[in-house]
């Protein structure tokens, strides 16, 4: 589908969702940004370059024919930037009203940004809106903003740091030209140049940069479905972006979530969820750039073409325009983790917020296993230590198709190298004692006390907590002091909310469905077919 030129430049900085004819989302997925070039061509077959502007002009280029994209005359767009303390549902009034007072109480000014809509799927109004607690007043750069933001969480007990939000002001301009000196041609127009292959075939990309900032960082060759978009970033330099329909995006994604071995109720149900995350991203992340969302493990992995698998491409085919819904019609805020360590968490016990009727922690197990705490409650030291020592039957990541090498794990930290973990957050000294004062349902740590020959300290959220240790798999542990380490007897891997992947493929193998599956990690959810 070929949307109308002289608006898609608009469109790519807005968070509206174009669509396609079949009534499937189009999405844009940013492949890379602030690149001096980039090379792509068709696999097989002729190009269509579309330039943007009002005479819907196109150059179709013969077979073979490999362009290198550059922008010319790039200039920055303008953006500032805000601290956000803490989000929240769009719907959760009361809770944005409570946070305002509780940041206005500890001296902070605040205001709210409010993000995402309603958008209509399929005849039915699916709701994505976040409300954004902020401190008010703008930043001018990214590093002040985070400086800030950093200051605040040293300050005060989160369990999420606050964080920079860009506020773009004004859009980057610049020329996008792509040339091939061989075959002489030359193309050029402000703003974007889309491209696509005349058969409707995937494009290759060269040396698509993929883990930016991570020990992983790599440069690959990879193909992709739709089109791609070739636009001016928001720094002014070229933006590389891919136009995909919403199910082959997804094709993208869930070999990169879960084993494409896994069984297929797993996948089907890896798939759903998936597809629920991604609506979720939309309108909500990325409002500076010329995309809806990013390809990079921040948003969601999306490897393209290259990446899919056969087992995942039928599952997001057989679950086609399946998503989550409450029994009130809302949309499921559909998180997973990798394993549970056979219990799961309340979403209040991992992230600010109220909690969610959908993500109550509870027990990972089948029929037959035996609750090592009442359902609900909240273990001691000594009943979730004797959980961890076992290896119970009945649970459903023991019966995953796959060695779990997550479920139950120890881990010694020596204590100097534990000094030193804490020294980079905390001002206590040589740590003399560590205790989790609070728990969640799952027995994972929420609030803890660590006492050193300088000064004690409280640390508080799941994930703060697991950094301050050098990022522990999960805060499902119990802390053993030894002559020379600290032992970290633990389960599981990742927050604990929602479904566990591993436990997912357990239930897939005692032969549960993916509706099945959801509706245990989902509570009161129902799948519905939304397009």
């Not at 719907?91 to 309603?118: D, F």
């Not at 493990?297 to 087992?311: I, N, P």
Request: aromatic content about 6%; glycine content about 10%.
């Amino acid at each position: 589908m070929l949307l109308p030129p002289h608006d898609e430049s608009q469109l790519l900085y807005s968070t509206q969702v174009a669509w396609s004819d079949s009534g499937e989302p189009l999405i844009t997925v940013g492949l890379m940004d602030e690149q001096a070039a980039t090379t792509l061509s068709a696999v097989k077959g002729p190009l269509r370059v579309t330039v943007s502007g009002g005479g819907a002009a196109a150059v179709v280029l013969p077979a073979g024919v490999e362009l290198t994209a550059q922008v010319e005359h790039g200039v920055p767009g303008r953006t500032r930037y805000r601290v956000v303390l803490e989000g929240h549902s769009g719907s959760a009034l009361e809770a944005v009203r409570e946070a305002r007072l509780r940041w206005e109480k500890a001296g902070l000014r605040t205001e709210v940004v409010e993000l995402g809509g309603v958008v209509s799927f399929g005849g039915r109004m699916l709701d994505n809106r976040r409300a954004l607690v902020v401190e008010a007043g703008f930043l001018d750069t990214k590093e002040a903003a985070q400086a800030r933001a950093n200051a605040i969480s040293a300050d005060a007990t989160l369990e999420r740091p606050a964080w920079a939000f860009a506020d773009p002001v004004t859009r980057a301009q610049g020329v996008v030209v792509a040339v091939d000196e061989e075959a002489g041609v030359r193309i050029e127009q402000r703003d974007l140049l889309t491209v696509e292959a005349v058969d409707g075939g995937p494009i290759e990309v060269k040396n698509v940069e993929v883990d930016k900032g991570f020990p992983t960082h790599k440069f690959e060759t990879r193909r992709y479905r739709g089109a791609i978009i070739l636009a001016v970033g928001k720094t002014g330099q070229l933006a590389v972006i891919n136009r995909v329909g919403f199910e082959d995006m997804l094709k993208g994604i869930v070999p990169a979530e879960i084993f494409p071995t896994a069984p297929a109720a797993a996948l089907d149900a890896q798939a759903i969820s998936a597809r629920g995350e991604l609506f979720a991203q939309l309108g909500i992340r990325n409002i500076a750039d010329p995309y809806l969302t990013c390809a990079s493990q921040e948003c969601q992995a999306y490897g393209g073409l290259t990446k899919e698998q056969a087992s995942t491409n039928a599952a997001v085919e057989r679950t086609r325009g399946q998503m989550l819904f409450t029994g009130d019609g809302r949309i499921v805020d559909s998180v997973y983790h990798a394993d549970s360590g056979g219990h799961t968490e309340h979403n209040e016990n991992v992230w600010a917020g109220l909690p969610n009727p959908t993500l109550r922690g509870r027990l990972d197990a089948g029929a037959s296993a035996q609750p090592p705490w009442p359902q609900g409650t909240v273990p001691t030291d000594e009943a979730l230590l004797s959980f961890l020592n076992e290896t119970p039957k009945g649970y459903f990541p023991t019966e995953s198709p796959r060695p779990n090498p997550v479920f139950r794990w120890v881990e010694n930290i020596p204590r100097a190298k534990l000094d030193s973990l804490v020294a980079t957050k905390l001002k206590v000294g040589s740590v003399t004692q560590l205790e989790v004062l609070e728990r969640g349902v799952s027995g994972r740590a929420k609030k803890l006390r660590v006492t050193g020959q300088a000064g004690t300290a409280d640390v508080e959220g799941e994930l703060t907590i697991r950094r301050l240790f050098g990022s522990l798999k999960s805060a499902m542990f119990v802390i053993q002091p030894l002559p020379s380490a600290w032992r970290f007897v633990g389960g599981g891997h990742g927050h604990g909310v929602g479904m566990s992947q591993y436990g997912a493929m357990g239930m897939a193998v005692k032969g549960r469905s993916a509706a099945d599956i959801l509706a245990h990690y989902y509570l009161g959810s129902r799948v519905e077919r939304v397009y």
